[in-house]
């Protein structure tokens, strides 16, 4: 351009210089005016393309950002995909350690715990565990053997007092303690977030978000209806979700004996195998110390007990789709659901419930709860036969200790000798109906309480109790409307 301009000027002036005689002073002027515009003209065209250069310059910079901006995304993406595959393929990896485990320890009849071990997909594990915290556990990460159930809702304190005694005698492995929360109660769950943090392998938090009740009657029978929502809600998370074959329940306000664990451990295998079992229970409602004396003798009830139950995944998949808005215990009790079928109960509690104040205002606590006998003794579950307690065999065990008992009268019992120690020596007293067999219970101090028309502890209408350690049975006579 700079050349062209040049030579434009070059020329120009040798005309002028030639020629002048043939122009007049008009035709410069006009000259002069057109090289005027031609400039103006060209810097306005200069301009447009310095700008035109600069937008193509930033378009092309924000193509660069949005391509980058996708490639990052797409980077994104596929990270995210790998960490849930890698999750997953812990989780996998970790139970399949657990089988191989398992089943070493089956064959060596101990625990396996590779000491080469690094502890990376352990800790991994455990991280992607408690990931969300509360009703976080998967069936892939819940650990094997039986879960403890703990149900819990307002009561800070007497939570901690159970779960204290719970890890006193509870075996490292075996079973895993799940806390059932209903609601959000900062203190309770204060004390659950201090024993997952202290026992982050085997303590899961699990929270119940209750809804109402529907057609309440009765505004203050609403507990009732909570606490029927959140045992069902329970039940089916450890069942249904967890895939759990057994399951053990506590509640906030009990104390366990030494031999708590070794107690359901043996019998969860009589209750698998032996389908006249309704349940397995640590109490005994006429487990008072003057009522008490052998740690080793187990009994059958037809009336379901509570307080620190066991029962199996199948009874729950009988229960479930008919599972009651309220009152859930005594429902339990009922023909419906028990079906013929016995609950399997100790002479001498392995759990004492502590709770004076609950959902049932203190209902019996003064009279027959708070004098509860503990077991204190470790019994050795597995050393023992076990056998009676099972049916057939059962029935025919109590039918030979009252063909060999002693009928007497309730004026007889406290002549009765003082024994040194526990034996089969037998007595037998008769009642002729409930109303008889109340005043005697009344008389003797055992629960006069009854459920579904039958007395609490009571097999075939019997009820049996220690006095001065000799052994009683309260039996209906041979005309009895019982």
């Known amino acids: 351009m700079r050349n062209s301009r040049r030579n434009w000027v070059f020329c120009s002036g040798i005309t002028f210089f030639s020629c002048i005689v043939l122009f007049n002073v008009r035709s410069i002027g006009l000259l002069l005016e057109t090289a005027q515009t031609s400039s103006e003209v060209h810097t306005k065209d200069t301009e447009i393309s310095s ?3 600069q937008l193509r310059v930033q378009v092309e910079l924000n193509n660069d950002h949005l391509k980058k901006i996708k490639d990052y995304q797409h980077i994104e993406s596929n990270l995210q995909a790998q960490v849930v595959a890698l999750k997953e393929e ?13 089943s070493a320890s089956k064959i060596v009849g101990t625990d396996v715990v590779d000491p080469d071990d690094p502890g990376i997909i352990k800790k991994l594990a455990e991280e992607i ?13 819940a650990p094997m053997g039986i879960p403890v159930i703990v149900m819990c809702f307002t009561r800070a304190a007497e939570l901690n007092q159970t779960l204290s005694g719970i890890f006193a005698v509870k075996p490292p492995t075996g079973f895993p303690v799940y ?28 929270r119940f978000a209750y809804t109402g009740a529907r057609n309440l009657e009765k505004k203050n029978m609403e507990i009732y209806h909570r606490i029927a929502a959140h045992y ?41 195998q032996d389908s006249t079992i309704f349940c397995v229970s640590a109490w005994n409602d006429n487990g008072l110390g003057q009522f008490v004396a052998d740690p080793l003798q187990l009994l059958r009830t037809d009336v379901f007990p509570g307080l620190g139950w066991m029962l199996t995944k199948n ?27 016995t609950c399997i109960f100790p002479e001498v509690n392995r759990v004492y419930t502590f709770g004076r104040h609950g959902s049932s205002g203190g209902q019996h606590f003064d009279k027959y709860l708070k004098n509860i006998k503990l077991n204190t003794e470790r019994v050795d579950f597995s050393s023992l036969d076990l056998a009676y307690i099972r049916e057939p065999i059962y029935h025919q065990y109590l039918g030979d200790l009252l063909k060999n008992a002693t009928t007497i009268t309730l004026s007889d019992l406290n002549d009765l000798p003082v024994l040194k120690e526990t034996d089969h020596n037998a007595f037998l007293l008769e009642y002729s109906n409930l109303n008889q067999f109340t005043t005697l219970a009344n008389e003797i101090g055992l629960m006069t309480d009854h459920k579904n028309g039958i007395p609490r502890t009571s097999y075939d209408g019997i009820v049996q109790f220690r006095s001065n350690l000799n052994r009683i049975f309260l039996v209906p006579s041979k005309d009895s409307t019982n």
């Not at 789709?321 to 429902?331: C, L, Q, V, Y």
Request: no cysteine; net charge negative; glycine share 4%.
């Open 51 to 53: 700008l035109l250069n």
């Open 90 to 102: 812990i989780d996998e990896s970790n139970s399949r350690i657990a089988a191989i485990k398992n």
């Open 129 to 141: 565990r408690h990931v969300g915290g509360v009703n976080s556990i998967s069936v892939e990460a």
């Open 179 to 206: 806390i059932s929360q209903d609601g959000t109660n900062e203190a309770v769950t204060a004390v659950i977030e201090q024993y997952v943090a202290a026992y982050p392998e085997s303590v899961f938090h699990l």
């Open 232 to 272: 069902g809600w329970m039940l089916a998370k450890v069942f249904d979700e967890l895939h759990y074959p057994l399951a053990l329940i506590l509640e906030d306000d009990m104390s366990i004996s030494p031999d708590f664990f070794d107690y359901f451990y043996v019998l969860s295998k009589t209750l698998e």
């Open 315 to 341: 009874l729950w998949l009988e229960l479930k789709k008919k599972w009651p808005s309220g009152f859930w215990d005594d429902w339990l009790r009922q023909d419906e659901q028990t079906r013929n079928r």
